[in-house]
């Protein structure tokens, strides 16, 4: 990566751009939400367009000298259709939050219902936590996992639904591994007269690949980000069908933000090009078998795999069977000692706190960008392990720590 132009006028500025590239390269990136762009989406999102300013949607502006500005996000908007199939998009909210707010804005009144799954079971802050905006502003249920299964118990959602008449169901989750029955979510919904936001910033990428089920064209609503499991740099997307197309535009501009980042959104038309080539669905395929060679690494050593397995992109491991007295805070700081970097996470029935929580949370979106396969995938696997294992063994971590700097230097990024 060149940054002369930073470095010539901002050293230490400059260092830690560098330093987050090198970061990046040696040590293995598995938080579930992260996943590593190309070069051409960085050029795109760190290019002039972040000076112009363009309030307004393509061919309705309210600034002068927009013509490439209406070129680029004209663009996103044609291959987020094709690649989701939705009669509506908008790709001007800042995040999956903000995409989410959006949603909220133009539907619901402040005090209205929202029915969200709860955050230690997978849900999402902008589902209605206590410390987010949608906690604050409406009346907030929440449904949960099933205990023994790890599955959405969509009887409890039903029950619940009936009972507490929401205005919107929330489904579309962070720490979920299962693939999401959207339609007997919408059937709730629809048993109730509630509208159904599906939110898919974690499973963008797969629904786009195909290899997980779409709620485009059946939940109301279809939110995501675009730097997840799709590679078109960080950002948000709101998806609907036609009848609810000015409602979400003006609740997003000039509801929810100004002006729209322009060169966030160049980001996105050329990562949903990407994401439109054949090779696309053979990568978000990867993502899910890589998740699933996880699985079975992690449950044949003995780990508490939560569901059982996946069929998604993400991993989560329940420490306390196997592992009672270790945190997920503490795995999380050994691992990161040898280059693994993934995160603690709560667990259904969490027992401690969302500081330091009781689980694990591993994706494979990141390794698989860089051609980790199965096998070497199952080898990280037993890294984890082995780290787990022995969280505090100096000489287990240098060995690990070794290990995982080959794997780098074997798969290369941003060369
Ligand atoms: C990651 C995520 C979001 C978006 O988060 P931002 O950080 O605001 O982009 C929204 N919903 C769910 C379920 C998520 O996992």
Same mark, same amino acid.
């Given at each position: 990566?060149?940054?002369?132009?930073?470095?010539?006028?901002?050293?230490?500025?400059?260092?830690?751009?560098?330093?987050?590239?090198?970061? !990046?390269?040696?040590?293995?990136?598995?938080?579930?939400?992260?996943?590593?762009?190309?070069?051409? /989406?960085?050029?795109? =999102?760190?290019?002039?367009?972040?000076?112009?300013?363009?309030?307004?949607?393509?061919?309705?502006?309210?600034?002068?000298?927009?013509?490439?500005?209406?070129?680029?996000?004209?663009?996103?908007?044609?291959?987020?259709?094709?690649?989701?199939?939705?009669?509506?998009?908008?790709? !001007?909210?800042?995040?999956?939050?903000?995409? @989410?707010?959006?949603?909220?804005?133009?539907?619901?009144?402040?005090?209205?219902?929202?029915?969200? #799954?709860?955050?230690?079971?997978?849900?999402?802050?902008?589902?209605?936590?206590?410390? @987010?905006?949608?906690?604050?502003?409406?009346?907030?249920?929440?449904?949960?996992?099933?205990?023994?299964?790890?599955?959405? *118990?969509?009887? =409890?959602?039903?029950?619940?639904?009936?009972?507490?008449?929401?205005?919107?169901?929330?489904?579309?989750?962070?720490?979920?591994?299962?693939?999401?029955?959207?339609?007997?979510?919408?059937?709730?919904?629809?048993?109730?007269?509630?509208?159904? %936001?599906?939110?898919?910033?974690?499973?963008?990428? %797969?629904?786009?690949?195909?290899?997980?089920?779409?709620?485009?064209?059946?939940?109301?609503?279809? +939110?995501?980000?675009?730097?997840?499991?799709?590679? &078109?740099?960080?950002?948000?997307?709101?998806?609907?069908?036609?009848?609810?197309?000015?409602?979400?535009?003006?609740?997003?501009?000039?509801?929810? =933000?100004?002006?729209?980042?322009?060169? @966030?959104?160049?980001?996105?038309?050329?990562?949903?090009?990407?994401?439109?080539?054949?090779?696309?669905?053979?990568?978000? =395929? !990867?993502?899910?078998?890589? &998740?699933?060679?996880?699985?079975?690494?992690?449950?044949?050593?003995? #780990?508490? /795999?939560?569901?059982?397995?996946?069929?998604?992109?993400?991993?989560?491991?329940?420490?306390?069977?196997?592992?009672?007295?270790?945190?997920?805070? +503490?795995?999380?700081?050994? #691992?990161?000692?040898?280059? $693994?970097?993934?995160? &603690?996470?709560?667990?259904?029935?969490?027992?401690?706190?969302?500081?330091?929580?009781?689980? $694990?949370?591993?994706?494979?979106?990141? #390794?698989? +960008?860089?051609?980790?396969?199965?096998?070497?995938?199952?080898?990280?696997?037993?890294?984890?392990?082995?780290?787990? *294992?022995?969280?505090?063994?100096?000489?287990?971590?240098?060995?690990?720590?070794?290990?995982? !700097?080959?794997?780098?230097?074997?798969?290369?990024?941003?060369?």
């Amino acid at each position: 990566m060149d940054y002369s132009h930073v470095r010539d006028v901002d050293p230490a500025v400059a260092d830690a751009l560098d330093g987050e590239v090198e970061r !990046q390269r040696d040590t293995l990136a598995m938080i579930a939400s992260e996943n590593h762009v190309s070069e051409a /989406v960085l050029e795109a =999102q760190g290019s002039a367009l972040t000076n112009k300013y363009a309030e307004g949607y393509p061919g309705k502006r309210y600034y002068a000298g927009c013509e490439y500005a209406d070129d680029v996000e004209t663009l996103a908007v044609e291959r987020a259709k094709e690649l989701w199939g939705a009669e509506h998009v908008n790709v !001007q909210p800042h995040s999956g939050t903000q995409a @989410n707010m959006g949603v909220y804005l133009a539907m619901l009144d402040p005090g209205d219902k929202i029915l969200s #799954l709860d955050l230690t079971h997978g849900g999402h802050l902008s589902h209605g936590h206590p410390a @987010n905006f949608t906690g604050k502003l409406y009346d907030v249920e929440q449904y949960e996992v099933d205990a023994e299964t790890g599955h959405i *118990d969509y009887d =409890q959602l039903a029950e619940k639904a009936a009972a507490f008449e929401p205005d919107i169901i929330v489904s579309g989750y962070s720490a979920y591994p299962r693939a999401v029955e959207w339609e007997t979510i919408q059937e709730v919904a629809d048993d109730v007269d509630a509208l159904h %936001l599906a939110d898919i910033a974690h499973i963008t990428g %797969l629904v786009a690949a195909g290899v997980h089920p779409s709620p485009v064209g059946v939940a109301d609503f279809v +939110t995501g980000s675009t730097h997840k499991t799709i590679r &078109a740099g960080r950002g948000g997307i709101i998806m609907c069908d036609e009848k609810y197309a000015s409602d979400i535009d003006s609740a997003v501009f000039p509801g929810a =933000q100004g002006g729209p980042l322009m060169h @966030n959104i160049a980001g996105k038309a050329v990562g949903f090009k990407e994401a439109l080539q054949p090779e696309f669905e053979e990568y978000a =395929q !990867q993502v899910v078998d890589n &998740a699933k060679a996880l699985a079975e690494t992690f449950e044949d050593h003995g #780990l508490s /795999v939560v569901s059982g397995g996946t069929d998604t992109h993400l991993v989560l491991v329940d420490l306390r069977d196997s592992h009672p007295d270790l945190t997920g805070g +503490t795995a999380e700081e050994a #691992l990161e000692s040898t280059g $693994i970097v993934l995160n &603690a996470n709560t667990v259904p029935g969490e027992t401690r706190s969302a500081f330091n929580p009781s689980g $694990i949370r591993a994706g494979t979106p990141g #390794l698989t +960008t860089r051609g980790f396969g199965e096998d070497e995938i199952r080898e990280v696997g037993e890294l984890i392990v082995k780290v787990v *294992d022995a969280p505090e063994d100096d000489d287990v971590l240098a060995e690990v720590s070794e290990r995982v !700097q080959e794997l780098c230097d074997a798969n290369p990024l941003y060369e």
